[in-house]
C-alpha cells in the first residue's frame, strides 16, 4: 500500500467509527433495551480483533532445537493467559454488583 492509500483508508476507518459511536449513543439514548445488544456487539468486536491478531501470532511455530517441548510451553503459556482473561471478565460481570471501590484522597 502506497502512504496516501494508507492515510486514506486511516482517515476512512476513523470517520465510520465516529458514525457508529454516533449511532450508538443515540440509540441506547431512546431504547434501553438495545444497550445490551451494542455492548455485546462492540465486546464482540473486540474479541474479533484481539483474536485476529493473536491466533496466527500462536499458531506460529520458531526453529528450535527441542521444538515440541517449546511449542507445548508456548501453548501452556497462552492458553493460561488467555483463560486467565476470561477468568477475570467472568468474575467482573458475575460480582459487578458487589465490587465497591473505595479511594479515599
Not at 440509540?27 to 480483533?49: D, E, H, K, R
Not at 501470532?57 to 503459556?77: C, D, I, T, W
Request: aromatic residues 12%; charged residues 10%.
Amino acid at each position: 500500500m502506497r502512504v496516501r492509500q494508507a492515510v486514506t483508508f486511516n482517515l476512512v476507518s476513523t470517520l465510520i467509527s465516529y458514525v457508529g459511536m454516533v449511532i450508538g449513543i443515540a440509540a441506547g439514548q431512546y431504547s434501553s433495551s438495545v444497550t445490551p445488544w451494542i455492548f455485546a456487539g462492540t465486546s464482540g468486536m473486540f474479541l474479533y480483533v484481539a483474536l485476529v491478531d493473536m491466533l496466527p501470532e500462536m499458531l506460529h511455530r520458531q526453529s528450535h532445537p527441542n521444538k515440541q517441548q517449546m511449542y507445548l510451553g508456548h501453548f501452556v503459556a497462552q492458553n493460561l493467559g488467555f483463560l486467565l482473561g476470561v477468568g477475570t471478565m467472568l468474575c467482573i460481570a458475575l460480582f459487578e454488583q458487589d465490587i465497591q471501590i473505595n479511594i479515599g484522597f
